[in-house]
């Protein structure tokens, strides 16, 4: 009944910029926090960034500086903005959020992954 759905992946050569949607959708009466995470072939899901329902946000340290995270409440949707991006940067992108379903409760729900490739 709840799904996220990513967009925005693709190749990008390194200085470059990508920017990911993660649109929510389904019978959903609020969410809560939201969040990107990624994960690089043969290594573990790390979290890239997070933002809360009152907008405070958090990155990990190998990001700061260059990725942005936001969102609109108003479309269920959050976003990432990533600037000057290097090839350890390449991996494939989850968006998660915590989110209150009709009727049910609350839920953490993942997207089904993006591909970001940063090569020259």
């Known amino acids: 009944q709840v799904q996220l759905v990513e967009s925005g992946g693709g190749l990008v050569q390194p200085g470059g910029s990508l920017r990911l949607s993660c649109a929510a959708s389904g019978s959903i009466f609020s969410i809560n926090a939201m969040g990107w995470y990624r994960q690089a072939p043969g290594k573990q899901r790390d979290l890239v960034a997070t933002?809360?329902?009152?907008?405070?946000?958090n990155y990990a340290d190998s990001v700061k500086g260059r990725f942005t995270i936001s969102r609109d409440n108003a479309k269920n949707t959050v976003y990432l903005q990533m600037n000057s991006l290097k090839p350890e940067d390449t991996a494939v992108y989850y968006c998660t959020a915590d989110i209150g379903v009709v009727g049910s409760g609350w839920y953490d729900f993942w997207g089904q992954g993006t591909q970001v490739t940063v090569s020259s």
């Open positions: 933002i809360t329902s009152g907008a405070s946000t």
